[in-house]
C-alpha cells in the first residue's frame, strides 16, 4: 500500500477499510515516521514519530459489518498536522521515512460510552452514569486494533512537503 498526497487543493488523503462485525465506530491514526540530519554533522540523526488522528468516530453503516468504507480527509489537514510538530532548524534536513496505519474499531457499548462521556458544551455539566453491567457499574464492551506497518510514501508526497507553503520551510529532502 503506498499513500499518495500531493501539493493540489483538491487532493484528499484517503482511509479505506472493511468494517468488522459488531464494530460501532472507528478511528485511524497514522504514524509518520522522519528522520532528522545534521547538515554540519550528517552522522547526527535521529527518527522521530508523529501520531496524525486521521479521523476519530466515525461511524459505521451497521453493526452487521464487512461492508467497505472510505474516510475521505483534505490533503491540507496532512500538511498542516506536519508544520504544527516541527519546528523550522536551518542547520536540519528532515527525510520523510515511511508510515505505519493503525485502525481502531469499537463494540456499540463502547461507542455509546465514549459518546455519553464527550465534554458537555452547554451550562449542565452532569453526566448521566451509563453502564452496561447488572447490578453494579461498568462497561463490557470490545476495541480491535488493526495494523499496517511499515509503508512508504510516494515520491509525489515527498516532493509536495517540499513544495507545499506550511512545510517547504522545515527543509524536507526527497532522497
Known sequence: VGLII??????????????????RSYDMVMRIWIEEINNE??????????????FQGQRTQSINGF????AVIPAARFFTFIASQL????????RLLGFDLYTYGVGQDLHTYINVNEPSIGIVQKKPEYTNIEG????????HIDRLLNKNFDIRTRQA???NEKTS??????Y
Open 67 to 70: 461492508r467497505e468504507s472510505i
Open 136 to 143: 453494579g457499574f461498568g462497561i463490557f464492551s470490545s476495541r
Open 41 to 54: 554533522d550528517s552522522a547526527n540523526r535521529r527518527a522521530l514519530a508523529l501520531d496524525w488522528t486521521m
Open 87 to 94: 519546528d523550522e532548524e536551518a542547520n536540519v534536513r528532515r
Open 161 to 163: 512537503l517540499q513544495e
Open 169 to 174: 520551510p522545515l527543509n524536507f529532502v526527497t
Open 6 to 23: 500531493t501539493n493540489d487543493e483538491n487532493f484528499k488523503v484517503v482511509g479505506l477499510y472493511q468494517e468488522g462485525k459488531y464494530a
